[in-house]
């Protein structure tokens, strides 16, 4: 241990400083510190917290990232777009990628008895991340997506359900906008309600099964045979339902064009033996194409129907994408964009979406730095003052040291090791005061916020020791590299005039 640490250790404990004036200015330096410490901590806890809990809630609406068709011009409709299984394996594929699922949207209108609400349909499939909207329901349950039957079932906002006067279980008219001419209701039954404090989000979105709005949109094609029976024989009638209305008939039955009818005669049969008669509509359009078949049984009026469905299942509004970090965002963004991305899509980021919401989050950091700034300069004030004190109460023994052989740099560093020392017990104070007040706001919540204009209702915070070390170094070394300059004062007591005026 050396000369100017044993020293300056001498002068912080010795037993008649209590007496001394500057012994109250040094604890109002290192409560000033501690409040400045906490003060700080809170502040970086606060804005990350905030930060974080509004990424989640903006990206849980629509993912990290989105690929849509490039012709989308309205964030509230989406266009159709092939939803092809090896694009969304390669998504899956990618580091850093937590989740890809569909997702569509289209304009609506609510309607209950006396109340009409304009609303954004976003439908969701099977492949959805339930969590999100698991988080924020307040009521019931969510919609069964992705089931066999797909039920008409819907999940509303709290915002909605009071402007409606609607409630879990009710029933509501949701008209589905496809052009101005084309307006169609379909009923739903109200399965829960959610509330996420972002208010373009609650005013206007309801969530209901993918399938309605694939259903509706006629995205695809759906094939249909009709049998009938017409002057003892049977025909058959081919029937097409969506795509762009210009339809085109194929038949197993070469010799047959167009819808018909067609009658199945005996030379068809033995032709078709056992097969079925099938049917493949398509349009000119390039809509992917659906099947549908019938096969006659011997036995009289006995027969078997089957085909693809439709082929409206097999497009999506758009496929979003969850990552791991939002730190790698812009990262994921390249790699997607040069990998995965065809030519008719564009990908769209989070931040592009709510480009508003970003910004001021962005505004935060620089709130930050302010407090930051602003307490440093307080905490190296008072420091100031208090080493000042210190030297001028200690002229004399500066004096003496001096007169012994000390060099100005030693009796400098005795002060400045002081300082350090007033500044660490500050520094761990401050540490321990932020910590405590930011444990008890996430355990209690006891600080709440209007959602409305927050976004949150509590006040989140999210402290981490990497921010705490930070600040902890950095206003170390700048409190201690300040306090050089008043430390230079030693080095103007000259040992002669302190010692006589002792």
């Known amino acids: ?3 100017a640490t044993i020293i300056a250790r001498r002068i912080l404990a010795d037993p008649e400083r209590q007496d001394r004036l500057s012994r109250p200015i040094v604890l109002i330096a290192m409560v000033g510190i501690v409040l400045g410490m906490a003060v700080m901590m809170l502040t970086v806890g606060i804005t990350r917290g905030f930060q974080r809990e509004i990424r989640a809630k903006v990206v849980g609406v629509g993912g990290h990232l989105q690929l849509t068709a490039i012709e989308q011009n309205d964030p509230k409709e989406t266009p159709r777009m092939v939803l092809d299984p090896a694009q969304v394996a390669a998504l899956r594929a990618l580091p850093g990628v937590a989740h890809v699922q ?31 909207l698991r988080q924020h329901l307040t009521a019931g349950r969510l919609p069964a997506f992705g089931a066999a039957e797909r039920p008409n079932e819907v999940l509303v906002s709290n915002y909605l359900a009071d402007r409606l006067r609607i409630a879990v279980g009710d029933t509501v008219t949701i008209y589905l906008v496809k052009d101005r001419d084309d307006i169609r209701p379909r009923k739903f039954i109200v399965s829960g309600t959610y509330r996420t404090g972002l208010e373009q989000v609650d005013h206007q979105v309801v969530v209901v099964d993918i399938g309605h709005l694939q259903r509706f949109a006629q995205w695809g094609l759906t094939a249909e045979v009709l049998v009938d029976t017409v002057d003892g024989g049977i025909t058959v009638k ?3 339902f969506g795509g762009d209305g210009h339809h085109t008939f194929a038949w197993s039955v070469p010799e047959w064009t167009g819808p018909g009818p067609h009658r199945v005669d005996d030379a068809v049969r033995e032709r078709m033996g056992r097969e079925p008669i099938a049917l ?8 992917l194409p659906d099947t549908a078949w019938v096969r006659f049984s011997h036995v009289p009026g006995m027969l078997q129907r089957g085909g693809g469905g439709g082929s409206h299942r097999r497009y999506v509004g758009g496929i979003e994408v969850d990552l791991n970090s939002f730190e790698h965002l812009d990262e994921l963004e390249e790699v997607v964009h040069a990998q995965v991305l065809e030519p008719d899509q564009r990908l769209t980021t989070v931040r592009e979406r709510s480009p508003e919401i970003f910004a001021w989050l962005e505004l935060l950091d620089t709130n930050v730095a302010v407090v930051i700034v602003l307490m440093v300069v307080v905490a190296v004030i008072n420091m100031t003052s208090a080493l000042l004190l210190i030297i001028l109460e200690r002229t004399t023994m500066i004096g003496v040291l001096k007169a012994l052989g000390a060099s100005n740099g030693q009796v400098r560093r005795i002060f400045l090791l002081d300082g350090a020392c007033i500044l660490g017990i500050g520094i761990l104070g401050g540490d321990v005061l932020g910590i405590v007040l930011a444990l008890v706001q996430r355990w209690t919540g006891w600080v709440r916020l209007p959602v409305e204009s927050y976004y949150v209702d509590v006040v989140p915070v999210d402290l981490d020791l990497l921010p705490i070390l930070l600040l902890n170094a950095g206003t ?7 306090l050089v300059l008043p430390s230079m004062l030693v080095t103007r007591i000259a040992p002669a005039r302190a010692i006589r005026f002792d």
């Open 1 to 3: 241990m050396g000369l």
């Open 102 to 132: 569909a997702y569509a949207t289209k304009p609506g209108i609510v309607e209950t008895d006396g109340d009409l609400e304009g609303v954004v349909v976003r439908g969701l499939g099977g492949d959805m991340d339930p969590a999100y």
């Open 238 to 240: 081919g029937l097409a």
């Open 280 to 287: 493949v509509v398509a349009d000119a359009a390039g809509t």
């Open 476 to 482: 170390l070394i700048v409190c201690v590299s300040a």
